[in-house]
């Protein structure tokens, strides 16, 4: 059931609303503000999100699932990204990949127990001459050795 | 493989351009755009013979032409910033060095259709640039208000996704939907963003029609080629000697590229990114930089000996795997069967010659899929099976 | 637009209105180019590419359905690349299709294997990408099987454009992408009206009903069994499509003779039960306007329709405020259930505990509808299963019957017996007109004043319409309806339902009486009709009601002598206690 006047509960999503409005066209910024304030989206947040645009929870869904950065169920506090192609595997991504799996006893696509890191590895960063290149949240690091990806993100635990 | 010393100083090469990381003064270029008609604008555009520098290389005073032609209320502008070529990184550069001329360029565009609004599509990936540019934006937009010009700049930010660097599929993004190209006819100039008239530019392509209209076309038509004229961005990465962004003329051949960038020991070097021709050593000779020969929107990756071109397409085609739209069959379905394919060609569980069958799938691709990202799968596909097949077999 | 292009298709000229897409051009000469993504009901899509055609001066293959024509272009459908595109498409196709084609409910009747017939993929090469061969089973009308699913979307843009629902969606993207639901959930716990408009636009057997064939034949086969079945009014115009007749033709007398030949023991008509829902339903109607008119009390008008179960379920999801205008009258099937059970299992002396009563019906929400917890109002399960029109035709096929030679027969005594406002339900607009047949008979005494008792107003395929009939001299009970003009308006396909129902919300509704269908159609259109749907077909089939109806001796419910003997005999009067335990029901806000 739709109900545009139904309350907001997700103080994410009445941010994000309150932020960018509720025009069809928002969508794709509200739930990136979502994200950025609860680190994923819930099935209430994109219900309530559905309500408020007028239009239906499972088209919500389609768009959210489309895009690598809005995680949907869960996701963790901080996202490491490492880039897998080319250019970065050739500069020795793998070694940073195994090096953070093994830091953070996790493998890449999984969370942390403790819900700080969800690790994971992506499509093309932009920084092919300095690789191997990662990203933490929105924040990019470059010419990364194993010691010194370790070293970043110990900074957010 | 320990890497050589610079092969050859960049700076010695006449090829060596300066126009996309050169200093410009806002205001006074601004001044002049006021100053000039529309008509003149896309004349200067047109006669410069630029060409779109995100990959596709469609003539942009053609493209602005249409959308100067076609009939809205409403005209967008539209900068393109979804750069996610594997292997290019220039459009982050200069959004983050010469943002303004980018801005100008925008200006430029929305004066010769008539547009007064105007959007950069920023990929989620540079979001950490946001914030910066979002002021720069700002202080542009009290620029244009103080000088009476009726255009405005608004930032919108990607979420992840390569396929909407693909101009429909990104005003498809903008409008809130998932990332999926459109089908064309219409093209964007006549029906594009809430259904108006929109020019869709690359943000390397936006600096250059600024530069055409401070330096004037002729100086920028006389770089180049016949068939590729102006200059630009290169981005070079892989097995070089020499890494980063260089801005040359177009025109270039594979052997002069490879001779100033290379770390001695290239075996190929893939034009275009993920979706460009891989030119193998045989053929660096012939191979000419440009519209004439293989065209890039500026990625450049080199290989050395060591690399196993197997493993360089299997990372390719994950690559496509994962960020086709999916809409379509033959690049939804097309892309696993080259991956598939060639991991099982690899194992030995498919014989060699079903190599051709995949050729025959991505021939199809080619010129079925519905946009160019579906399309462009067989560019590396084919180019790499075809001159490195040993290199794809089981023996 | 309104100028005409020239162009050329296979050198062949011609010329055809602006806008117009290569596929229409091509039509326009018989000329003719595969589609799968492409449906007449539904917008162009352009993503299973298989109608690639060439186009003089291009080096890509524009697809027909999505390219619209231009002055000059050249066009060719049938050169060896394009061919051999298509192929590989196909080939493509599937590969990522379950290609267990004999186990699969669309064997036979799925457009994917057609194509592959047709272009002669004999020898599959390409790698299979079926991993998960599940079914969702969830609803109690539809399967979803993904593994057969080629991802064309038109159920996807059925749900959204015709129905408004959007319970169906695209998901992920890349080689991920799949047709889902809201987080991916059961069909059951997602907004699915059950309507099974998807299902007949699937061209293959990735969505089918959730089909209780096997069941039937069980119970047929046991002796300690009477089985009890009504056929829809709309069957009896679509059946004949799967068995060797063309759209639109009539078949109900062979249909009943079939029924008789499986072996049910009794064969009742549901229009039987159609004529006592406009009792019903008119007798509601007149008391709710005689409590706004007359007595000045708040009811909730318009009074909308409730034969429709597929729209019952979407009113529950989508419009919580309206629920209180439905009419409280259980569907035509659901009133026939609990007679069957009380009122035919007393006169024939059967119990009602060995009692199975089947409806074949051209709905697959009707299947959800039986399923209904309240729907037990005789003791037990009012209606046990029901089959859709499709179902009924596969059985026929099964029990090898020649049923295009077989002689015509009746139905049944006293729960068969119709006139042909009942046949009209069938129809869009066929509940309206066989109400205001009655209803303005009731208030005046004189029938309806149009020619032939044909409401021609009320009749046709615009997505919504409406119909005004004034009121003049009345009888005595009805004298403050003197002057009034009883409004009605019409939807079929829940998106025009819709914007109806945003005007009720508003409380802008100029009507007293809206009828809704959930289908493009009526139940003619219905999810469990024959497959292919599209107008052409809907508008024979409508025809075909419209025939059956003024081949009728009776026209006029009020005036169905059986359903007469019925109040007389059992119920009392309509709206009375009795009905209201047996006939009406209530209704269910979901989320």
Known sequence: MIDINAPVTDP???????????????????LLEVVKENSFLTDTAMKEIAGALDISSAEVFGVASFYEFLPIGYNGKNTIR??????????????????????????????????????????????????????INDTPHTDLTPEKAIALISEYT | MARSPFPKKISDSHKRVDLIFSELPTEKTLQKIIKMTPDRIIRDITDSGLRGRGGAGFPTGRKWTYAREAEGDEKYIICNADEGEPGTFKDREILDRRSGKVFLGMAIAAKAVGANRGFIYLRGEYSYMAKDLLGEIDEFNKLLTSKSVDFKIELRLGAGAYVCGEETALIESMEGHRGEARNKPPFPATVGFRGKP?????????????????????????????????????????????????????????????????????????????SGQCVPRKKFKDTILGFEGVPTGGSMMLFNSSRSMYNVLKNYLEFFTEESCGQCTPCRVGCQQLLRGIEAVKTGRLPNTYLDDLIRVAKTMRITAKCGLGQSVANPFISIVDNFREEMMHF | MGGMINLKINDIPISIEEGASILDAAKKINIQIPTLCHHDDLCVAGNCR????????????????????????????????????????????????????????????????????????DNPKLISLVTDESVEISSPSIRKDSSRCIRCQRCVRTCAELQHVTALCVANRGAEMKISTFMDRPMDQVVCTSCGQCINRCPTGALVEHNYIAEIWDHLGDPDKYLVVQTAPAVRVGLGEMLGFDPGTRVTGKMVTALRMIGFDAVFDTNFTADLTIMEEGTELLLRLKKALLDKKPVALPLLTSCSPGWIKYIEHEHHSLLDNLSTCKSPQQMFGPLAKTYYAEKAGIDPAGMIVVSIMPCTAKKFEANRPEMKVSGYKDVDYVLTTREFGRMIKQAGLDFKNLEDSKCDSILGKHTGAGVIFGATGGVAEAALRTVYEIITGREVPFKNLNITAVRGMEGVREASIKIEDCVDDWKFLEGVSLKVAIAHGLANARMLMKQVEKGESPYHFIEVMACPGGCLGGGGQPIPTNREIREKRAKAIYEEDESLELRKSHENPEVQKLYEEFLGKPGGRRSHELLHTSYTARS
């Open chain 1, 12 to 30: 994410g999503v009445k941010n994000a609303l309150d932020k960018r409005g509720n025009a069809r066209e928002s969508l794709l910024p509200i």
């Open chain 1, 82 to 135: 490492v880039c897998k192609n080319i250019s970065c595997y050739i500069e020795g991504k793998d070694e940073i990949i195994k090096a953070i799996e093994d830091f953070l006893k996790i493998k890449a696509g999984e969370t942390t127990r403790d819900g700080k890191f969800t690790f994971k590895t992506a499509n093309c960063l932009g920084w092919c001459h300095k690789g191997p290149a990662m990203l």
């Open chain 2, 198 to 274: 929109t020019v869709v530019n690359n943000v390397e392509t936006l600096v250059y029609a600024t530069m055409i209209i401070s330096i004037g076309p002729k100086k920028f038509e006389e770089l180049g080629t016949k068939y590729s004229h102006g200059a630009k961005v290169f981005c070079i990465s892989g097995d070089a000697g020499l890494k980063g962004m260089f801005e040359l003329e177009l025109g270039m051949k594979t052997d002069e590229f490879v001779n100033i960038f290379g770390d001695g020991a290239t075996k190929a070097v893939q034009v275009g990114g993920a």
């Open chain 3, 50 to 121: 298989v109608c690639v055609v060439e186009q003089a001066g291009m080096k890509t293959l524009p697809t027909a359905c999505s390219t619209p024509v231009t002055e000059g272009m050249e066009i060719l459908t049938n050169t060896p690349r394009v061919l051999g595109c298509r192929r590989t498409i196909i080939e493509l196709l599937l590969s990522e299709h379950n290609v267990d084609c004999p186990h699969c409910y669309r064997n036979v009747n799925c457009e994917l294997q057609g194509l592959a017939e047709e272009y002669s993929v």
